[in-house]
């Protein structure tokens, strides 16, 4: 039986938020959904509703992934693979939109 060391952590480690900013994070988290449903009841925004509730999401997508899934805290790699997808298929969805409401006038 060998004795080792206790494993420190690396200098470039960050420690996680406490209970009190996944508190604080959870409140935004609520408000961008309160904005969300607000915008859908305003009718002066329907032109534009589909691209403020990308940009919310977003928002909230970023914040879920960042904090709650301490990819904020991780290689900036790993938030770069998540926002790629998300781009993507906010770029699929928005094309396929275009194309099956004849936004495009070919």
């Known amino acids: 039986m060998s004795a080792h060391a206790p494993v420190e952590a690396t200098p470039t480690e960050h420690a996680h938020p406490g209970a009190r900013q996944y508190i604080q ?6 408000v961008l ?23 919310l999401s977003t928002v909230k997508f970023g914040l879920v992934i960042g904090f709650y899934m301490h990819l904020k805290f ?29 936004w495009f006038n070919i």
Do not use: K, N, Q, W
């Not at 994070?25 to 609520?30: E, G, K, N, P, T």
């Not at 790993?78 to 194309?99: D, K």
């Open 33 to 55: 959904t309160a904005i969300e449903v607000a915008v859908y009841y305003i009718g002066v925004l329907r032109p534009v509703l589909v691209v403020i509730l990308l940009v």
């Open 25 to 30: 994070i959870a409140a935004v988290l609520s």
């Open 74 to 102: 991780d290689h900036r790699i790993f938030s770069g693979m998540f926002f790629f997808g998300l781009g993507t298929a906010a770029f699929t969805i928005i094309m396929l939109t275009a194309l099956f409401h004849g």
